[in-house]
């Protein structure tokens, strides 16, 4: 014979483990804060397929010399880049080069703003950095991507229309300086910062 005294320590028992959980599960969710900023793992893909486009982009226009000649499109009058910003640099807008063209192509997307810097050696052998293009202050969640461009003495200023202005980077008033012996001019280092809105 069963007793009903027995049953209920089983009924009590299932009821304290229930309240248990519902515990457990309430003081967790009460720990972990979940908020927009929070990163998820689809924002992280997002963020890697950014700085692989990135890296794409510049491996593409570093070979066929579109980055370089990007930053020889520049005007010595003004002592900025054709078409820039009073600043000399591009504010909310990609270079009206080839390298500029990639850069749109690969994002245009609305919710997505990158920056653009070259960080160039000086004649004093420090580094310094020199805006191209300005979307606004990266967010904490902002992917790089960079690629190292070699001047060379010889390479020709360009002017409004691509063209060679006859001046070279030697004999040119250049916001990166002639850095080196012999026929290298400086190297910088190109790096695109992107994130999302």
Known sequence: MVRDDRAQGHTLEGI???????????????VTAVTPLTASTASQHVETQYEHAATGVLASTAASDEIDTTLRYWNESSAGFHG?????FYVGTAPPTPFGDNLNETFDDPGVAYNVDVTYVTSDGTLANRRVVHFGQPTDTAVTATRTVVLYDTDP???????????????????????????????????????RL
């Open 16 to 30: 304290v483990a229930a309240l248990l959980i519902v515990t457990s599960v309430a003081f967790a969710l009460q």
């Open 157 to 195: 200023v360009l002017d409004r229309n691509h063209e060679p202005t006859g001046r070279t980077l030697t004999n040119a008033t250049y916001f990166a300086p002639d850095a080196y012996d012999g026929h290298l001019y400086n190297v910088v280092v190109v790096e695109v910062t992107i994130w």
């Open 84 to 88: 820039s910003a009073d600043n000399g």
